[in-house]
């Protein structure tokens, strides 16, 4: 069984900054992208930040400037950094990764349980 562990959600003024933390633990042979989403209340859940093995990253366009993602392979873990946080950033935030338990198995999506953020004016 693969497991998502999320931490570091929580209440912050605006302007104010939030580290997010995701640690996959389990059957793991290998985690392809991870990446955060989120979804406020009414609204579809959005790709905030992804970031694949090798490095690359991707952002919503309304983070770019503020949110840093990144990793750590021998840890299996996945950080959010947000910065210069605003009221539209309140959401519950998951961490996604795309996991292949076994050798020879197929890469599974696996979500963790959600983290929520909320920014106050």
């Known amino acids: 069984q693969v497991q998502l562990v999320e931490s570091g959600g929580g209440l912050v003024q605006a302007g104010g900054s939030l580290r997010l933390s995701c640690t996959a633990s389990?059957?793991?042979?290998?985690?392809?992208?991870m990446g955060w989403y989120r979804q406020a209340p009414g609204k579809q859940r959005e790709l905030v930040a992804g970031?694949?093995?090798?490095?690359?990253?991707n952002y919503l366009d309304s983070v770019k400037g503020r949110f840093t993602i990144s990793r750590d392979n021998a840890k299996n873990t996945v950080y959010l950094q947000m910065n210069s946080l605003k009221p539209e950033d309140t959401a519950v935030y998951y961490c996604?990764?795309?996991?292949?338990?076994?050798?020879?198995?197929?890469?599974?999506?696996?979500w963790g349980q959600g983290t929520q953020v909320t920014v106050s004016s």
């Open positions: 970031i694949v093995s090798g490095g690359n990253t």
């Open positions: 389990g059957s793991i042979f290998s985690i392809n992208a």
């Open positions: 996604n990764a795309h996991i292949r338990p076994y050798f020879g198995y197929r890469e599974s999506d696996y």
